[in-house]
Every structure is written in structure tokens, then in C-alpha cells.
T-cell receptor, first 114, second 116 residues
Framework: AQKVTQAQTEISVVEKEDVTLDCVYETRDTTYYLFWYKQPPSGELVFLIRRNSFDEQNEISGRYSWNFQKSTSSFNFTITASQVVDSAVYFCALRSYNTDKLIFGTGTRLQVFP | DTAVSQTPKYLVTQMGNDKSIKCEQNLGHDTMYWYKQDSKKFLKIMFSYNNKELIINETVPNRFSPKSPDKAHLNLHINSLELGDSAVYFC???????????????FGAGSRLTVL
């Protein structure tokens, strides 16, 4: 069975702090894809990143970085120098190679205070 | 120009009523979905359609009936609404084809249904 676990329900930080959102997944598939989505207070779901199971290179995009480690089945997301606009619910998700089903974790609510 | 649009954005209704939520995508995608987000923010897939054909039906009560008149539209009709149906319903679309697992889902803005 496939599963995504985001153990952190809520995280609060002060602006400019770095914060890491954890994501652990379970799958028996050898080829799969991992995603992060952001849901700001306005409610829409915004795609942030996709990573395939064969590419363990870390990725950096501005203040955002992602650390994919197959050995620990984790795909963690770090925001450097957090800003108030980063306040949102962040979802990690998993999808197998040839399926339509995207499975979400329960989300982590990040609150960044000024 | 909105890629995935849902209407209505808000829907308040009484228990026992029947209601529909409409979804349209202009991305040329072959696959469309309905997801339900409950009050705890948990997102769960309900249905997926590929070019008007039902692909995924996730143990959703029979009161929920999706309809896809063409590949750009996927509507959700709910009969005999119950309190527990209150949620935000998200429509999404993605390209299809081999290795479709890589494709990114584009979501609509959501439709908040409140059943009184």
C-alpha cells in the first residue's frame, strides 16, 4: 500500500528563520514520483516541485530546497529565511509510474510570524 | 485565462437536497479528477476520468455521481446531501499517457460545500 506521512501538523516560526517540513513515504513501486503542493490561506493548491524516484539530487529554487533520500524514504522541504507569505499548508504527495492516483499526506500548516 | 475553473465557489444548502458542481479545463488534458478536502485539510481522491471514461472510483457513496460530457468537463452531482458532505471539493486535470504518474495535476480553486 502507498502512504505519505507528514508527522508535523503545525509549525510556527518567526520571520527569517529556516524551517524544514518532513515527508516520509511508503511504496513498493520502483518507479514513482514525489510532489510538494502549497495551499495558502486563499485556498488554492499550488504545485511546487516534482521529483522522480531515480533522481536523488537535491534541488534548490530560490529560498526553497528539497532533500530526497531513498534510503530513508523521505522527501523533505526546507524554506530558508522564511517570510510571512510562506504561511500556508504544505502537502507532500506520491504517485506511481503509470497511475492516475495522487496520494497526499495530511499536510503541515506553517505559520510565519513577523 | 483560468486553466481549471469550478463553479460555484461556495454552495450552502440543506440536508437532503441535490446539488452539482461543475468543472472545466482549457489545458487540453485528457484526465480529470475530483478530490475532497475535509475540515482537517485531508485531501482524498474521489474519482478520475480519462477522456470521458471512469478510471478511479474510490469507495465513494452512490449519492456522488460524476459525469464527463467531454474530456474538458467533469461535473459532480450529489444526491440527498448529508452533513458529512460538507467539505471543499477540488477539481483537477493532468495530461495522460504512458508514465502518467509523472504528470503534474493542475487544481481548480475549490468549491466549498456547506450542508446545514
Amino acid at each position: 500500500a502507498q502512504k505519505v506521512t507528514q508527522a508535523q501538523t503545525e509549525i510556527s516560526v518567526v520571520e527569517k528563520e529556516d524551517v524544514t517540513l518532513d515527508c516520509v513515504y511508503e511504496t513498493r513501486d520502483t518507479t514513482y514520483y514525489l510532489f510538494w503542493y502549497k495551499q495558502p490561506p486563499s485556498g488554492e493548491l499550488v504545485f511546487l516541485i516534482r521529483r522522480n524516484s531515480f533522481d536523488e539530487q537535491n534541488e534548490i529554487s530560490g529560498r526553497y530546497s528539497w532533500n530526497f533520500q531513498k534510503s530513508t524514504s523521505s522527501f523533505n522541504f526546507t524554506i530558508t529565511a522564511s517570510q510571512v507569505v510562506d504561511s500556508a499548508v504544505y502537502f507532500c504527495a506520491l504517485r506511481s509510474y503509470n497511475t492516475d492516483k495522487l496520494i497526499f499526506g495530511t499536510g503541515t500548516r506553517l505559520q510565519v510570524f513577523p | 485565462d483560468t486553466a481549471v475553473s469550478q463553479t460555484p465557489k461556495y454552495l450552502v444548502t440543506q440536508m437532503g437536497n441535490d446539488k452539482s458542481i461543475k468543472c472545466e479545463q482549457n489545458l487540453g488534458h485528457d484526465t480529470m479528477y475530483w478530490y475532497k478536502q475535509d475540515s482537517k485539510k485531508f485531501l482524498k481522491i474521489m474519482f478520475s476520468y480519462n477522456n470521458k471514461e471512469l478510471i478511479i472510483n474510490e469507495t465513494v457513496p452512490n449519492r456522488f455521481s460524476p459525469k464527463s460530457p467531454d474530456k474538458a468537463h467533469l461535473n459532480l452531482h450529489i444526491n440527498s446531501l448529508e452533513l458529512g458532505d460538507s467539505a471543499v471539493y477540488f477539481c483537477a486535470s493532468s495530461p495522460a499517457g504512458p508514465g502518467s504518474g509523472a504528470n503534474v495535476l493542475t487544481f481548480g480553486a475549490g468549491s466549498r460545500l456547506t450542508v446545514l
